[in-house]
C-alpha cells in the first residue's frame, strides 16, 4: 500500500470518527430539547392548574395512603380481596378510614374516587357533558359493539331516544309472559328441599328478557322442554353469554390495559353470541311486507327495525339491552329472598350474630309482608294473580324492595373520565368542604353500594336490613323523604336506567307469588351465621352472591 493511499485511509477514518461525534452530539441536543418540552409543558400544565384551582378555590385532596412504591401493596390487596369475594366491602373501608372523596396515584396513575351525593349529582346530572364513559367502548366493545351502554354524545342520545318507548308496561303481552315465566320459576322451587334459587333467577330473567327482545323466549325454566338442535343452540348461546361477559369483568378491572385480556377463548364465545343474535336478526328482517305496511310490533326487534334495517346496529342494540336485563332484575331477586330468608331465621339466634340486637327491635319482614300479600291477592291455594294495580298498592312489598336495592344496588361501582379540567363541587381541603379540581382524562370513580351505607346518610343501623326506614309513617333517627342523590340504585341523570320500572314489576311479582305458594324459608347451614353485608360477593357488571340463594322452601 502506497503512502498515498495509507494517507487517504486515515483521512476517511478521521472523517468518519467526526461524523460519529456529529450524530451523538446531535442526538444528544435533540434528547436535551425532548426533555426541556417536557418539563416545560410540565411546568405549563402545572400552572394551569394551579390558576385553575385558584379560580375555582379548590382545595387539595386526601390522599389515599399507602406503604410500598407505586402502590404496589394497593394493587396485591385489590387481587386478593378479588380472590376473597370481599371486593365491596374493602372499598368500604377505603371511604371509611380516608374520607367520602378521595385521590389516588396507583402505578404512576392518579384518579379520584368518591361517595358523595353531591359530586356523584354533578358527575351524572349537573356537569353531565364534561364527562364521558372512559375507555368502556374500547373494553367492552368486542361483546357489545356500539349500542346505548357504550355509546357518547349524538349516537347515544339517539340510542335512548329511540329505546325508551320501548319500555312502556302498557303492553299487556309482556306482563303475560312475565306472568307465565314465574309459574314456570315456581314449578322449579321444591318443598321442603334445599336448593340454590339464584340460577333460576337468572334463568328466569333470561327467558322473560329473551321473549322482550325477540318476541320468544328461551323457555331454560321448563325442565320438561326437548332437547334438540335449537335446545342445544340456546343452551350454546346463554353460555358463551355468561362466560363472554366474565371476560369483560377482567377487562374492565384493567382500565386503560384492558386490551392484555384478549384471548381465542374470549373473542369465540363473542363470535358465538353475535351469531345467535346475528341469525334472530336476519329472520326478522326476512318478515314480507303485506298491504304495503310492516308485520305487527311483537318484540323490541320488532321495533327497533321500524327504526333501521343495518344488521350490526340491530345486534349492538339488542346485546346491550340484554346485558342489563337479564342480571340486575336477577340479582335483586336473589338477594331480595336471600335476606328475608336470614331475618326469618336470625330471630331465634340473637347471641350468635353481630347485628342481631337490631334484629331483635324489629317485626318478622317475611310475615309482615306475607300478611299484606294476604290482604290483598291472598296466598295458598285460595290466591289470586297479582296485577300491576295490585301490586302498587302493596307498600310494604316496595318498601322491602327499595331497602334490598339501597344495599345491594344493580351496578355497585362505576366511573367516569373528565372530557376537560373541571371540579367536583366537594371533597377538597382539610375538612373536605371545599371544591376539587378533576384533571382533564382524570378517572372519577364513584361506589354507590359504598354511599348507601353512609351512616350520615341512613343512620346508625346503615348496614342493617331494615325495610321501615323508608316508611314516612313511622318514625326513624333519620327522615329519608329528601335523601335525594344519596339513593341511586339505576343510576341518576340523562343516564338513568330506562328498564327500571318494568325491573321493578318483574321483581315485585316474582316476589309475592313466591309468598304466595310458600309460607316460610330456611337458610341452608353453610350461611346460618353470615351477618348481612359480610357475604362473599360475585362483583361482574353488577353484584351477585357468591353462594347463591341457598334455602328450604316450606309451604
Request: proline share 4%.
Amino acid at each position: 500500500m502506497s503512502l498515498t493511499s495509507l494517507s487517504n485511509f486515515g483521512s476517511q477514518e478521521a472523517e468518519l470518527t467526526t461524523d460519529t461525534h456529529r450524530n451523538t452530539f446531535s442526538s444528544l441536543i435533540l434528547l436535551c430539547a425532548l426533555l426541556l418540552y417536557v418539563f416545560v409543558q410540565r411546568a405549563n400544565t402545572k400552572r394551569a392548574e394551579t390558576l385553575f384551582e385558584q379560580s375555582h378555590r379548590c382545595g387539595s385532596p386526601r390522599l389515599l395512603q399507602y406503604r410500598w412504591p407505586l402502590a404496589l401493596d394497593i394493587v396485591i390487596d385489590a387481587f386478593r380481596m378479588i380472590g376473597e369475594k370481599q371486593l365491596l366491602q374493602w372499598f368500604v373501608r377505603f371511604f371509611e378510614q380516608t374520607g367520602p372523596t378521595f385521590e389516588q396515584n396507583i402505578l404512576g396513575s392518579k384518579s379520584i374516587d368518591t361517595i358523595e351525593p353531591e359530586n356523584i349529582e354533578s358527575i351524572l346530572s349537573t356537569n353531565f357533558s364534561a364527562y364521558d364513559l372512559g375507555a368502556r367502548r374500547q373494553t367492552f366493545g368486542p361483546r357489545l359493539g356500539d349500542g346505548i351502554f357504550t355509546q357518547v354524545s349524538a349516537t347515544w342520545k339517539h340510542s335512548r331516544e329511540m329505546l325508551r318507548p320501548l319500555f312502556s308496561l302498557n303492553r299487556g303481552n309482556i306482563f303475560t309472559q312475565v306472568e307465565e315465566h314465574t309459574e314456570h320459576l315456581v314449578s322449579c322451587i321444591p318443598t321442603n328441599k334445599s336448593i340454590d334459587l339464584q340460577p333460576l333467577f337468572f334463568q328466569f330473567t333470561f327467558d322473560t328478557t329473551t321473549f322482550l327482545l325477540f318476541g320468544k323466549s328461551m323457555n331454560s325454566l321448563q325442565a320438561n322442554s326437548t332437547q334438540d338442535a335449537a335446545s342445544a343452540r340456546e343452551a350454546e348461546f346463554a353460555e358463551s353469554f355468561r362466560i363472554s361477559q366474565d371476560f369483560l369483568v377482567r377487562r374492565g378491572r384493567l382500565g386503560d390495559l384492558y386490551w392484555m385480556i384478549d384471548s381465542k377463548e374470549f373473542r369465540g364465545h363473542c363470535s358465538t353470541v353475535h351469531k345467535f343474535i346475528d341469525e334472530a336478526v336476519q329472520e326478522a328482517l326476512s318478515v314480507e311486507y303485506q298491504d304495503g305496511k310492516s308485520a305487527d310490533v311483537h318484540s323490541f326487534l320488532d321495533a327497533l327495525i321500524k327504526e333501521t334495517r343495518d344488521p350490526r346496529a340491530l345486534r349492538d342494540q339488542l346485546l346491550n339491552v340484554m346485558l342489563a336485563g337479564r342480571d340486575t332484575t336477577a340479582c335483586c331477586l336473589t338477594w331480595t329472598l336471600y335476606v328475608i330468608a336470614c331475618l326469618k331465621f336470625r330471630a331465634g339466634l340473637l347471641t350468635d350474630l353481630p347485628n342481631s340486637r337490631l334484629l331483635a327491635q324489629h317485626p318478622d319482614v317475611l310475615a309482615k309482608l306475607r300478611r299484606e300479600i294476604s290482604s290483598i291477592v291472598g296466598v295458598g291455594t285460595d290466591s289470586s294473580l297479582p296485577d300491576r294495580n295490585m301490586l302498587k298498592r302493596m307498600k310494604y312489598l316496595n318498601l322491602v324492595l327499595k331497602e334490598v336495592l339501597r344495599l345491594y344496588p344493580s351496578v355497585p361501582i362505576n366511573s367516569r373520565s373528565a372530557l376537560e379540567t373541571t371540579t367536583l363541587p366537594t371533597g377538597g381541603g382539610p375538612n373536605g368542604t371545599e371544591p376539587l379540581m378533576v384533571r382533564k382524562g382524570q378517572a372519577v370513580g364513584y361506589s354507590v353500594y359504598a354511599m348507601h351505607r353512609l351512616k350520615r346518610l341512613y343512620g346508625e343501623d346503615a348496614d342493617s336490613f331494615r325495610p321501615e326506614r323508608w316508611d314516612p309513617d313511622v318514625k326513624n333517627a333519620v327522615d329519608l323523604r329528601n335523601i335525594g342523590w344519596g339513593y341511586l340504585p339505576f343510576n341518576g341523570g340523562p343516564r338513568i336506567c330506562l328498564g327500571q320500572e318494568f325491573g321493578l314489576l318483574e321483581a315485585g311479582f316474582v316476589t309475592v307469588r313466591i309468598l304466595q305458594k310458600f309460607r316460610s324459608f330456611e337458610l341452608d347451614p353453610r350461611d346460618m351465621k353470615i351477618a348481612v353485608g359480610t357475604e362473599k360477593h360475585e362483583v361482574t357488571l353488577v353484584v351477585a352472591s357468591t353462594d347463591g340463594c341457598r334455602i328450604k322452601a316450606i309451604e
